[in-house]
């Protein structure tokens, strides 16, 4: 995402993946599932943590949003 709007080598999270691999609508979708899991286990702490993640984590693997 970083190298799709214009960022140096220097802002990347992981500089041993490649630039540009991927897409940017996917990666959004991904991070959007895992900051909802946190949101939501942030707010209500009854929910089962173990599967908020699992629904987070296969959101995130197909990239898809809700």
Excluded: K, Y
């Amino acid at each position: 995402m970083v190298a799709a709007i214009g960022g140096g080598p220097d802002l990347l999270l992981n500089p041993d993946l490649a630039p540009g691999e991927g897409d940017v609508p996917s990666s959004a979708a991904s991070m959007a599932a895992v900051e909802e899991a946190r949101a939501a286990l942030a707010e209500d702490l009854n929910l089962n943590t173990r599967l908020v993640l699992e629904q987070a984590f296969l959101r995130a693997e197909a990239g898809t949003a809700p």
